[in-house]
């Protein structure tokens, strides 16, 4: 049946392939007719094009001299006017020797007028010539139009050429002739498969019983496996109530760790508005907070723990803002210096050492004054520590001077360079600052 469907199918290739034949002779024929008309045609066009570059020069170079020799009438009429109003001049001032001279040069100009309207003949013949040529040059943008149609049409055959040419490598692509061979081959696979089949049923035989013979010896083999299936099902349930305990103990070490977090930043934000309120002395922010905002554990990555990120903000009135980008040098070091005191004081109570470097770096005087003000106070408070240490490194003398001020400082060292350049510390006693 599939033989049968395939020859209907060739004589249909074959009829199919008899008409793109004559189609292709056809299209040949026409397109020889084409290529026989080309030569001439494309002379003309060559023809056509170079008279009317000629033609164009011809009629610029025309309309220059036309152009020009009108501004030298022109201008000769002008000359003309004026000598007219210098003879009507003359005569009504009665001089008769000069009219007569003026009648000369009256005659002499009547010449000049004579030869240029003869001029001027001659100049409007070349201006009809011009027009003429433009006609012409009408005809020769006709003769252009119609070539570029033959060129279109040109790459229609083109084209036509280029189907031609795809149908004809169709046609030899086709081969009508190997359907016989492809059946015999197709006979020979189904006898090599039926073959096989009969040795793959023997396979399965051979399979079967070596398969029952595996399952008497698997049975002898696992025969006490529901006694440690329910040894391990016992181990895994122990394991997962371990497991929910210790998550239990995780949970509520998170939030013993949330509460102790949220206590220590209660702590730290009431000792930054307090030192914030005793060193600055600006009055466009009341105090300074660090603001603590819990990251999703999703969001930050495979760990669940908790994070936590912080900003710092500042408060005027009940209006809170961001301190990023708000807030001057001055303001920004100030902050920093009260947000590590107040720092230190929470987490680091059995360590009596404050290191300050620099503190007064774009500060005002009077919060210089305040700074240094804080820092005698911290010092009092401190009193009775005996680990208690505050070191300050500064090349502020009023800011050192401020601090001399406490009962607790007897002295202070001064870094400076000899006259080799070699640094050198001394120890100079307060009543000498």
Same mark, same amino acid.
């Given at each position: 049946?599939?033989?049968?469907?395939d020859?209907?199918?060739?004589?249909?290739?074959?009829q199919?392939?008899?008409?793109?034949?004559?189609?292709a002779?056809?299209?040949?024929?026409?397109?020889?007719?084409?290529?026989?008309?080309?030569?001439?045609?494309?002379?003309?066009?060559?023809?056509?094009?170079?008279?009317?570059?000629?033609?164009?020069?011809?009629?610029?170079?025309?309309?220059?001299?036309?152009?020009?020799?009108?501004?030298?009438l022109?201008k000769?009429?002008?000359?003309?006017?004026?000598?007219?109003?210098?003879?009507?001049?003359?005569?009504?001032?009665?001089?008769?020797r000069?009219?007569?001279e003026?009648?000369?040069?009256?005659s002499?100009?009547?010449?000049?007028?004579?030869?240029?309207?003869? +001029? /001027? $003949?001659? #100049? *409007?013949?070349?201006?009809?010539? @011009?027009?003429? !040529?433009?006609? %012409?040059?009408? =005809? &020769?943008?006709?003769?252009?139009?119609?070539?570029?149609?033959?060129?279109?049409?040109?790459?229609?055959?083109?084209?036509?050429?280029?189907?031609?040419?795809?149908?004809?490598?169709?046609?030899?692509?086709?081969?009508?002739?190997n359907?016989?061979?492809?059946?015999?081959?197709?006979?020979?696979?189904?006898?090599?498969?039926?073959?096989?089949?009969?040795?793959?049923?023997?396979?399965?035989t051979?399979?079967?019983?070596?398969?029952?013979?595996?399952?008497?010896?698997?049975e002898?083999?696992?025969?006490?496996?529901?006694?440690?299936?329910? +040894? /391990? $099902?016992? #181990? *895994?349930?122990v394991?997962?109530? @371990?497991?929910? !305990?210790?998550? %239990?103990?995780? =949970? &509520?070490?998170?939030?013993?760790?949330?509460?102790?977090?949220?206590e220590?930043?209660?702590?730290?934000?009431?000792?930054?508005?307090?030192?914030?309120?005793?060193?600055?002395?600006?009055?466009?922010?009341?105090?300074?907070?660090?603001?603590?905002?819990?990251?999703?554990?999703?969001?930050?990555?495979?760990?669940?723990?908790?994070?936590?990120?912080?900003?710092?903000?500042?408060?005027?009135?009940?209006?809170?803002?961001?301190?990023?980008?708000?807030?001057?040098?001055?303001?920004?070091?100030?902050?920093?210096?009260?947000?590590?005191?107040?720092?230190?004081?929470?987490?680091?109570?059995?360590?009596?050492?404050?290191?300050? !470097?620099?503190?007064?770096?774009?500060?005002?005087?009077?919060?210089?004054?305040?700074?240094?003000?804080?820092?005698?106070s911290?010092?009092?408070?401190?009193?009775?520590?005996?680990?208690?240490?505050?070191?300050?490194?500064?090349?502020?003398?009023?800011?050192?001077?401020?601090?001399?001020?406490?009962?607790?400082?007897?002295?202070?060292?001064?870094?400076?360079?000899?006259k080799?350049?070699?640094?050198?510390?001394?120890?100079?006693?307060?009543?000498?600052?």
């Amino acid at each position: 049946m599939k033989i049968g469907q395939d020859l209907q199918q060739k004589q249909t290739l074959e009829q199919q392939l008899e008409s793109l034949s004559q189609e292709a002779s056809e299209i040949e024929a026409a397109v020889e007719e084409k290529q026989k008309q080309r030569p001439t045609l494309s002379r003309r066009l060559l023809a056509a094009e170079n008279k009317l570059s000629e033609l164009k020069k011809i009629k610029d170079k025309k309309i220059e001299e036309a152009t020009e020799t009108l501004l030298t009438l022109q201008k000769k009429n002008e000359d003309l006017k004026d000598l007219l109003r210098i003879v009507r001049s003359w005569t009504d001032q009665g001089r008769d020797r000069e009219l007569t001279e003026s009648e000369k040069s009256l005659s002499t100009v009547q010449a000049k007028e004579s030869e240029l309207s003869s +001029e /001027k $003949v001659k #100049q *409007e013949k070349l201006l009809s010539q @011009a027009k003429s !040529d433009i006609d %012409k040059h009408k =005809v &020769a943008e006709r003769d252009l139009q119609d070539n570029a149609r033959l060129r279109q049409k040109k790459s229609e055959e083109k084209k036509i050429r280029k189907e031609c040419e795809s149908l004809s490598q169709k046609h030899r692509s086709r081969n009508y002739h190997n359907l016989k061979s492809e059946e015999d081959d197709v006979s020979r696979k189904l006898n090599h498969l039926q073959a096989e089949l009969q040795g793959n049923r023997g396979i399965v035989t051979t399979l079967e019983s070596s398969i029952s013979k595996e399952k008497a010896d698997y049975e002898k083999a696992y025969s006490t496996i529901h006694k440690e299936f329910k +040894e /391990k $099902v016992f #181990q *895994e349930r122990v394991h997962f109530h @371990a497991i929910e !305990d210790l998550n %239990k103990n995780r =949970v &509520a070490l998170e939030w013993a760790i949330a509460k102790f977090h949220e206590e220590k930043m209660r702590i730290i934000n009431k000792r930054i508005k307090q030192l914030w309120r005793e060193i600055y002395r600006g009055v466009d922010i009341d105090y300074i907070m660090i603001h603590t905002d819990e990251i999703d554990p999703t969001s930050a990555g495979s760990e669940k723990r908790r994070q936590h990120s912080y900003k710092v903000v500042m408060f005027k009135g009940d209006v809170e803002l961001d301190m990023r980008g708000r807030c001057s040098a001055g303001q920004k070091m100030c902050a920093s210096i009260i947000i590590r005191m107040a720092l230190a004081e929470t987490f680091s109570g059995s360590c009596g050492v404050l290191a300050l !470097d620099e503190p007064t770096t774009n500060l005002d005087r009077d919060n210089i004054e305040s700074l240094s003000r804080a820092l005698t106070s911290l010092a009092d408070r401190h009193e009775g520590q005996r680990n208690f240490q505050l070191i300050v490194i500064t090349h502020d003398e009023t800011f050192l001077e401020t601090m001399c001020r406490t009962t607790y400082l007897e002295h202070y060292y001064r870094v400076s360079r000899d006259k080799k350049g070699n640094s050198q510390v001394r120890k100079i006693p307060v009543t000498q600052a």
